[in-house]
Structures are given as C-alpha cells and as structure tokens.
C-alpha cells in the first residue's frame, strides 16, 4: 500500500471553471427572478425509484438523492420561481460520469411545460458556454427511428431484445423473467448503449415525450398512445439533465410511489419511506410547473472537454 | 467462495466465470437518469489469454478467484515439471507446460521470474523481460561486419533461437527482449 493519496484529482484551472460556473448559474437566475433556496441534504424520507438507491444516515434518517421533494414543497407553500446548486447522493454509482455524490443544479418554473423549460436550459446552457446554434430536439419516439431504425412504441420486449442482440450489444447476464418481459428494461439498455452515446455530439440534444410507462415524477398526456412530458438533455453522448412537466395530482403521485416501494420489495432491495410531506404538499396543491435537474459536474466536463468526472471534482468518491 | 460485485471490479481484479480465471482489465458503467444500470465489463481469460467483454447488471457479481501474482525463483526443470521456490517460505510449486508457454525457453535457472498462482498452482509463468545467455551455436562471425544490419539465427544455452548481428560469435553472452525475442546487445566481458 502506497501513502494515502491526499492530493485532488481536479487541477486549479478546472476548479476555477468550477467556481465560475456556480457564479454564471446565480448571475442567470438573479436576473430572471428565480430564488435560491437550501433544503435538506438529510430527510426522513427517500426517493424510492426503482433504480436509484438513497444512503441511510445513522440515527434514521437519508441523504437525498435530489432535492426534488423539498423544492416542490416550497413551491405547494407559495415560494414561485426556485433554483439550487446542492450536493446528492447516489449509492454504487461510480464510474466515467458517475460519482456517488455530485452537484445537482435543480429549478422549478410555476407556469412552465417541459417544452419551455427546455428553451430556458438551452438559454442557461449558452450562458455558460455551450454552443449558439445547432441544437438538436427530437421526440422519444423518432431518437429510435433515427439512430435505432424503429418505432420503439410498436416493438415489445422480445422484439426489442431481438434487435438489441442483432445490434451486436451483449445483454446483461442473468437477467430475470420479469426483467426480459419488461420493454422497458429493454428500452433502458437502448438508451444507454445505443441511442444516448450518439446523441449531441457537437452541440446538446433534447430527448422528450417519453413512454408513458417512464413518467417517474411527469405527468402524462393523453396522446396516441399516451407520453410523459419529460425530457433528458445530451451532450457528447452523456445525460445531463432531467425534466418533468410536472405531476401535481397527489394521489397518482402515492399511487406510483406505491408500485415503486412495492417494486422494491419484490426484488429484494431496500424500501425506504416514500416522501409523505410531498404527498400532503401535493394535497394542498402544487401550482402547475415544470422541474429539471442538471448534472452540474458533468455539464463541467463537456464544457472543458474532460474525459472523467474526477476531473472536475476535487476529491471523488476514492479520495473523499 | 467470495462474490466480487461489479461495484468492486477494478482493473486487475481476478473472477470466475464457467470454472476459467479472468482478470478484469476495464469496468465501464453506464446508467440512464432513471433507469437499469449497467456495468460492460472487458476481462482476460488467463489460461487463453482471450480478451472479450461481457455486460452484467450493476450489482451482480462474479466468483473471485483465488489468483495472486508472486516472485518466485526458478530452481530446475524435470523434463515434465519446472519448479520454483517462493523466497520467503521456500515453499515449491510445479508449472507444467502449458504455465511455461512463452517462458520456457529464456530460463536457465536461479532467475527470480513473476508467477500467476491460482489455486495456489503456477497459471502463468512469465519469464524477466530482458535475459542474459550464452550462444552455443552460430555460424562463423563476419568479423569487422558492424554495418551492414543482417542477421543470422544463433542458439542460446536455454535452447532458444534468435537472430543476432553477423558479427557476434559461439561463446558470447547477449542481450535479449523475452518479449520480442529480439537481440539488444553484447553483453560486456
């Protein structure tokens, strides 16, 4: 074993770009009138999305994974426009863009849709350096067509297996019965190993409409079939950010934290408490709004041109 | 037997996968915002020397397998088995043919060479990079030929042929890359 490596892996010049990036986000807000705002980094409750997984804190309580659920509550109190830049914790993700805690740029505009809120993320995106022109949007639906070769809303799960092998992707090893069922299992691998790295390869690229059955937090509409109003934003092939015309209708909401706790439980992992302050917020009433959550590291490293996310933190995960 | 979840799986780690050792040689992980995670693993067999890749879901894992590089001094070879001795325990272990591969050729005995041990029996053997031997047979030497680059075959006390530089002769002690099987040079009397 070497001496303990105590040095950062980010050099001076990318934490300044750091520094004046976190600058460039407060000055686009200020002037927009949009209020910063802190939450807590401890809740006594968690996200209990199937695939993001909350640390537990000794004594009870969990470190949030986004500050989602405390920004809509201030929103359901009156608070309008907000925006924060705040570390989240993800566990056991590490990886080229992963960190297990990262810095989240979340904001939430009363009266926005996700097709709006997309035009203010390509303003702030701009602003802090991201090319001018030749931005791309494409819906859920033609990103398949265009860089997969169908419609993803007519293939099922075999179908899109069978193409993802004829791909020449290797699938994951033991996979479960409900796992190969699920088109949406199948979907995600798409994302991920297909379609998202090709996406926004010189300037960022929005993904929205998304099936119906990955609304996450979104609400639906009633399309043929139905989509979430939800978008993701790419750039070099990476996510980088997250948005929801947002679900406001308080019982769907319980209902889906429901499935996922159910979901959680079925498959043997952890089943925190779902965010029951966000369901009595939503009661009273959560204007109409769109959200979004950016990956501030990452949007960093595209900006700079880094390979990895430790390149743009000071001490990652390995020498936190 | 211990589970290495992918999570753990660094550069070097050793797993295995249908009874054969691999060492992982890169780990990327993927994971949409809201979605599986995935981690696409590329490994090395270790007794192919295959390299291929393999995607689990994030979270699952692999055995590891019980490999381990170690130092060990060559001691003789029977005709069937070479052994080596671990310097600090004196522990013997037997390599067969299939272990020496490449090896075989560049050792004479008493080298210190790199062992890959699994199950605590030698999988790998891997000779020093650079070895020093004596030629046994070569044709006549060009003497004063230092220019003219060619090359002709010569036999090492190990066995072993390679091409050396017209001018070098029987009897003298060269330089040689394992890896390559290349000539460096003479060794100085």
């Known amino acids: 074993m070497t001496a303990t490596n105590w040095k950062p892996t980010a050099s001076f010049e990318v934490l300044r770009a750091r520094a004046a990036l976190l600058n460039t986000f407060r000055i686009f807000f200020a002037e927009r009138d949009v209020l910063e705002v802190s939450t807590p980094l401890r809740s006594r409750y968690a996200t209990v999305d199937r695939h993001i997984d909350s640390f537990a804190t000794d004594g009870g309580g969990w470190l949030q994974t986004s500050p989602e659920f405390a920004m809509k509550r201030l929103l359901a109190a009156g608070s309008g426009p907000i925006w924060q830049a705040a570390p989240v914790f993800r566990r056991d993700e590490q990886g080229r863009d992963h960190n297990p805690e990262f810095t989240m740029l979340e904001w939430y505009r009363p009266g926005f849709d996700h097709l709006t809120l997309m035009d203010e993320v390509e303003a702030l995106l701009r602003r802090c350096g991201a090319p001018e022109f030749g931005w791309q949007r494409y819906r859920y639906r033609d990103v398949f067509v265009i860089f997969a070769g169908f419609d993803p809303f007519k293939a099922d799960a075999a179908e899109l297996r069978r193409r993802l092998g004829e791909r020449g992707i290797a699938e994951p090893e033991a996979l479960s019965d409900d796992e190969i069922a699920n088109p949406d299992f199948w979907l995600d691998l798409w994302m991920s190993l297909v379609i998202g790295p090709q996406l926004g390869p010189q300037t960022p690229a929005f993904v929205y409409d998304f099936p119906a059955s990955q609304a996450a937090l979104a609400r639906v509409r009633d399309d043929e079939p139905p989509v979430a109003e939800r978008f993701e934003l790419f750039w070099h092939g990476v996510e980088l950010a997250n948005g929801f015309h947002e679900l406001t209708d308080a019982a769907e909401q319980q209902r889906r934290f429901e499935a996922d706790q159910q979901w959680r439980a079925a498959n043997g992992r952890a089943v925190p408490p779902y965010d029951a302050a966000l369901i009595a917020a939503l009661q009273a009433g959560l204007p109409p709004c769109a959200g979004v959550a950016l990956g501030a590291d990452r949007l960093l490293m595209q900006i700079l041109g880094c390979a990895r996310i430790e390149d743009v933190i000071a001490f990652p995960a390995d020498r936190a | ?189």
């Open chain 2, 1 to 189: 037997m211990a589970s290495i979840s992918t999570n753990e799986m660094k550069s070097g780690t050793k797993v295995l996968i249908d009874g054969d050792p691999y060492a992982v040689i890169d780990n990327e992980y993927r994971k949409p915002g809201k979605g599986q995670a995935t981690n696409t693993l590329k490994i090395r067999n270790l007794k192919t020397g295959r390299v291929l890749e393999k995607t689990l879901k994030s979270g699952d894992s692999w055995e590891a397998a019980d490999v381990e590089d170690t130092d060990m001094q060559y001691l003789y070879n029977d005709g069937e088995f070479w052994t080596f001795m671990d310097p600090t325990s004196f522990e013997q272990v037997q390599a067969g043919k299939e272990a020496m591969a490449e090896a075989a050729q560049w050792l004479k005995g008493e080298e210190t060479v790199r062992v890959t041990l699994w199950n605590e029996v030698p999988l790998i053997v891997y000779a020093p990079n650079t070895v020093e031997l004596t030629i046994t047979e070569t044709d006549p030497g060009l003497r004063g030929d230092t220019a003219t680059g060619g090359t002709k075959p010569a036999t090492l006390e190990t066995g072993a042929v390679v091409k050396v530089p017209l001018f070098i002769n029987e009897g003298e002690k060269i330089k040689v890359d394992t890896r390559t099987g290349e000539y460096l040079s003479r060794v100085g009397k």
